[in-house]
């Protein structure tokens, strides 16, 4: 098995703060990229950020840049989308999911198509 899981959606009021976590089932998420998307109803799927298996060097999509914050604990096995200041527009489903890194960088590009997780919804309830 080769999945991922996501936790941490909830109900959030606009301007909060939010931490989500991915964590793996059947690998060790340590040494792969991982990158957060989201996908709004009726929209397609979109890339947020990621980060490479070094913890370092994190890459956010055009529109997301300086609004999140993508970290992990090798301790826990885990990484984590941290949001603040929260807008009616970060309403999604968010999903996390091994993406492909090449010379310590990381792109928002599924590596395998199997480790999609069921994402965690957000909902601005302003």
């Known amino acids: 098995q080769f999945q991922l899981v996501e936790s941490g959606g909830d109900l959030v009021q606009p301007g909060g703060s939010l931490r989500l976590s991915c964590k793996a089932s059947g690998f060790t998420l340590d040494n792969y990229a991982i990158g957060w998307f989201r996908q709004a109803p009726g929209k397609e799927r979109e890339g947020v950020s990621c980060?490479?298996?070094?913890?370092?060097?994190?890459w956010d999509a055009d529109s997301m840049k300086g609004h999140f914050t993508v970290s992990r604990d090798k301790v826990k096995s885990a990484v984590y989308l941290q949001m603040h200041g929260l807008k009616p527009e970060d309403s999604s489903v968010y999903f996390c999911?091994?993406?492909?890194?090449?010379?310590?960088?990381?792109?928002?590009?599924?590596?395998?198509?199997?480790?999609w997780g069921p994402g965690t919804q957000i909902t601005d309830y302003s």
């Open positions: 999911t091994a993406v492909q890194q090449l010379d310590g960088h990381c792109a928002l590009r599924e590596l395998r198509s199997e480790s």
């Open positions: 980060i490479p298996s070094s913890g370092h060097n994190q």
